[in-house]
């Protein structure tokens, strides 16, 4: 059994298109990240979502937008795709006030802009 | 803010044998959480081990284990005999307490084993 997925991937597309990466996670957790991983790469994290509020929004561009219909579930949508968005997503779940704040990661989502 | 530091880009041993990766971090807080990730060629992240700041012990977990130093806000990680799947990425992290503290990264070292 899968704890955190994603889907798709892999996705190819081209510069300008909107494109979404949906995440799911079974391990009951309350709260949900999204990371982006560079070609050289460093991992930083985008957003965060705790009981489908948002309490972490890095510095990325506007074009980024998470949604979070409910617990389990997080995706990341991406308007006019630009060459730079070019990385590797990778989604992530934790469970905050058990003590244990490990993080669990999905397997990733390689986005190619061409 | 905080940040961490991987010193190592890159760093080799032989199989069988022990190998330590460095890593240091800047905080102002006094209660966190260290983590060794590691990121094979398949690309998933896998937590290795965990290290709270409140305990003093050092954490371990089969042949990994970390040297956990608070007042020289080091937390190295030794891999005990070395095999062909430990060969990976290992990316130090760190998150304050709290939801709100974000998870911090290290830029990596790309660890090598050799026969």
């Known amino acids: 059994d899968t704890a955190v997925s994603q889907t798709p991937k892999y996705l190819v597309t081209q510069m300008g298109n909107d494109k979404s990466i949906k995440c799911e996670q079974n391990?009951?957790?309350?709260?949900m990240y999204w990371y982006k991983q560079d070609s050289k790469k460093f991992l930083k994290i985008m957003f965060s979502?705790?009981?489908?509020?948002?309490?972490i929004n890095e510095t990325v561009p506007n074009r980024f937008s998470p949604k979070s219909p409910d617990k389990a579930h997080l995706n990341l949508h991406i308007n006019s795709l630009e060459l730079g968005d070019s990385a590797v997503y990778f989604c992530?779940?934790?469970?905050f006030g058990t003590g244990v704040y490990e993080q669990y990661f999905g397997p990733g989502t390689r986005l190619t802009v061409t | 803010a905080q940040t961490v530091t991987q010193s190592q880009p890159e760093m080799s041993v032989q199989e069988a044998e022990t190998v330590t990766l460095s890593c240091t971090y800047d905080?102002?807080?006094?209660?966190?959480?260290l983590f060794w990730y590691k990121q094979p060629p398949s690309r998933q992240m896998i937590l290795v081990i965990r290290?709270?700041?409140?305990?003093?012990q050092n954490a371990t977990e089969n042949r990994f284990s970390v040297n956990f130093q608070k007042a020289a806000k080091s937390f190295s990680l030794k891999i005990s005999d070395s095999q062909l799947g430990d060969a990976a990425m290992y990316f130090c992290?760190?998150?304050?307490?709290?939801?709100?503290?974000?998870?911090?990264f290290g830029t990596g070292t790309r660890l090598q084993v050799t026969l």
């Open positions: 992530a779940s934790s469970q």
């Open positions: 391990l009951g957790h309350d709260t």
């Open positions: 979502y705790n009981n489908k509020e948002l309490i």
């Open positions: 905080t102002s807080e006094s209660d966190y959480y």
């Open positions: 290290q709270e700041a409140y305990k003093q």
């Open positions: 992290a760190y998150k304050g307490a709290g939801t709100a503290s974000k998870l911090t």
